[in-house]
């Protein structure tokens, strides 16, 4: 009776070990869906780390390009400015002999308007 009661017990153990060993089945078989998934999911991750690595090269290039087209405007507007300052500068030689010109004129004016009142030193040599 001992053996019989010690091959029950043993049946019992074993198909306890059989309840856990197909559940721990059933448990690595999902594990290895996930490890499926998951690897799936890092090369797609992969694949977008890619991408977005040649978008942001694409944009550092494009940047690149503003800063070129930037720097060569303003270049440009330098070259223009000083176009006008130069002009300027031999503007005010102009600007500067008009003046001189107008005073003169003016003090010319002035002398021959002093002459017919009368009062200036050309009546008293006429």
Not at 21 to 40: G, K, P, V
Request: no cysteine; aromatic share 2%.
């Amino acid at each position: 009776m001992a053996d019989d009661e010690i091959l029950r017990r043993l049946d019992s153990h074993i198909g306890r070990g059989n309840e856990i060993m197909t559940r721990s089945n059933e448990i690595m078989t999902r594990s290895n869906e996930l490890m499926t998934r998951s690897n799936e999911i890092m090369a797609r991750s992969d694949e977008h780390i890619v991408e977005f690595r040649q978008g942001m090269a694409e944009l550092h290039q494009g940047m690149q390009d503003i800063r070129f087209e930037l720097t060569q405007m303003s270049m440009r507007g330098e070259r223009v400015a000083r176009g006008f300052i130069d002009e300027l500068q031999e503007n005010r030689g102009v600007l500067r002999d008009l003046v001189d010109e107008g005073r003169a004129q003016r003090q010319a004016l002035l002398a021959i308007l002093d002459q017919m009142r009368g009062g200036g030193p050309a009546t008293a040599g006429a």
